[in-house]
Structures are given as C-alpha cells and as structure tokens.
C-alpha cells in the first residue's frame, strides 16, 4: 500500500430483490494502491455488491463512495474512474487486438494520440507486435486475460475491478497474471479483486469473506490465519463458508 487514502467506502450499503437480501448492510473501506480480495461462495452476494460499486446496479439502501463518487448520483463519473475485467467477457472476440485497444481506449475518453502511444506500449509491454492485426479469438486465453487485464487500466484508472479473472488459466499463467497485479497496485491503482483460487487470496494484502451477503471476516491473510488457527487461507474460508445457508 502507499497511502491510507480511501477509494472505496461503503456503509450499511444493501441490495434487496424483493424479500430476499443479497447484500446485508455491509460495510468496509478500500485503499488506494490495496488489493483487495472479495471471497465468497456462489450466493454469497459478492458479485451483487461489486454491480453496485461499478455503478450498473443501485443499492436498496446504505451509502457508498467509490473513487470519491456517490453510487447513486455519480455512476457516469464512476464508471470512468475504474476498470472492469470480468472472466466472462472483456474483449470482443471479431475484433483485432488493436481494435480492442482503440475501442476500449475511446470508451475510456482518450484522445486519439493517447490511444496510439499507450497501446503501442501495452502491444510492446506484451510481446504482441507480431499478434496486433490477429483477432482476440485467435488467442490462447492466458494471452486474453493478460490483454484484457492490460486494457483495463490503458486509463490509468483509481480503481480496477476484476471479477474471477484467472478462471480456467493454467498456474503459470495465472502467477503472470499476478505479477501484473502487484506491479498494478505498484503504481497506485488499487486492485479489487473476486476469485475461487485460495491460493489467490494469500497475494492480497487484505481479504474480506462473504457468508449469506454479510461479510464474515476482512483482515489480512496473515491475521485471518491466525484468529482461526488455520494453516491456509482455503482453511479459513472453508470453516466460515460452512456456517452459510443459502446457495446460488
């Protein structure tokens, strides 16, 4: 961490759907230059709260600031501050890696020269140069997520929000992956990240664990470990995991 700047600060923030509760009343800060680890089991509300964070669903109730942006008022602005990277989709697959990169960096509201020398830097950084005219869907999914990752923060943005990005990548990859997010988070970007890999959580410098959309613990991975007296983050999360009641 480089700073205790708060980037994202929720309180009692709440998301209901009817009478079921999906998020309860959660809240937490986030720093800036963090990683932070948002851990939950299917149903746990862990994707519910991040929609809300991002600005594409509003809260029932509770406050929010994400980037020094109100969830209810300010989405636009929001949205323009953060990244998105989700397992899911990130890249569109019929276009080439540059036109990904003009698409994205346009959306992102860079000038047409800020496009060109940044992704000209992203293609080099990547060892892409002789892939750049190629369409995404012509690339091993590793690549992918190493390029959606990389065009995520091409905005140099406060916050990037990553949603289960190492899903199905081989465990070389996946620490690639990681050292893309430690050098991320190097340069001030905070780094809120989802995923089901445990051995994912013990990288964050803290983790917050989602039971039944309440947050059950959020700690370090260290301290975690030991209020429970367990030898692995997968430990930790299985002893609070057992106590939910609800599935996706």
């Known amino acids: 961490m480089l700073t205790k700047e708060i980037v994202i600060k929720t309180d009692k923030l709440t998301k209901k759907f009817g009478d079921f509760i999906a998020t309860n009343e959660i809240t937490f800060e986030v720093y800036k230059g963090e990683i932070f680890g948002f851990?939950?089991?299917?149903?746990?509300?862990?994707?519910?709260?991040?929609?809300?964070?991002?600005?594409?669903?509003?809260?029932?109730?509770?406050?929010?600031?994400?980037?020094?942006?109100d969830v209810y008022k300010q989405t636009e602005k929001i949205k323009k501050s953060i990244g998105y990277m989700s397992q899911k989709f990130s890249l569109y697959e019929d276009l080439t890696i540059k036109e990904n990169i003009q698409l994205f960096g346009g959306i992102y509201g860079l000038s047409d020269k800020e496009i060109e020398l940044k992704g000209t830097g992203l293609i080099n950084k990547?060892?892409?140069?002789?892939?750049?005219?190629?369409?995404?869907?012509?690339?091993?999914?590793?690549?992918?997520?190493?390029l959606a990752f990389s065009i995520a923060i091409l905005h140099d943005p406060k916050i990037v929000f990553?949603?289960?990005?190492?899903?199905?990548?081989?465990?070389?990859?996946r620490r690639q992956f990681w050292d893309m997010i430690y050098e991320a988070a190097h340069h001030g970007i905070t780094v809120?990240?989802?995923?089901?890999?445990?051995d994912e959580a013990e990288y964050c410098d803290?983790?917050?664990?989602?039971?039944?959309?309440?947050?059950?613990?959020?700690?370090?991975?260290?301290?975690?470990?030991?209020?429970?007296?367990?030898?692995?983050?997968?430990?930790?999360?299985?002893?609070?995991?057992?106590?939910?009641?609800?599935?996706?």
């Open 126 to 146: 990547l060892n892409l140069q002789n892939e750049a005219d190629k369409l995404v869907s012509s690339l091993p999914l590793g690549w992918k997520q190493k």
């Open 206 to 248: 803290r983790v917050s664990i989602m039971v039944d959309g309440v947050i059950k613990a959020l700690d370090s991975p260290g301290e975690l470990k030991n209020q429970h007296n367990a030898k692995s983050m997968e430990e930790v999360f299985i002893m609070l995991a057992r106590s939910a009641k609800r599935g996706e």
């Open 39 to 69: 851990l939950g089991a299917n149903g746990a509300g862990k994707t519910t709260a991040m929609k809300m964070l991002i600005g594409i669903s509003k809260p029932s109730y509770g406050k929010a600031q994400v980037a020094g942006f």
């Open 192 to 198: 809120f990240v989802t995923t089901h890999y445990m």
């Open 162 to 173: 990553l949603d289960e990005p190492t899903g199905g990548v081989d465990p070389v990859t």
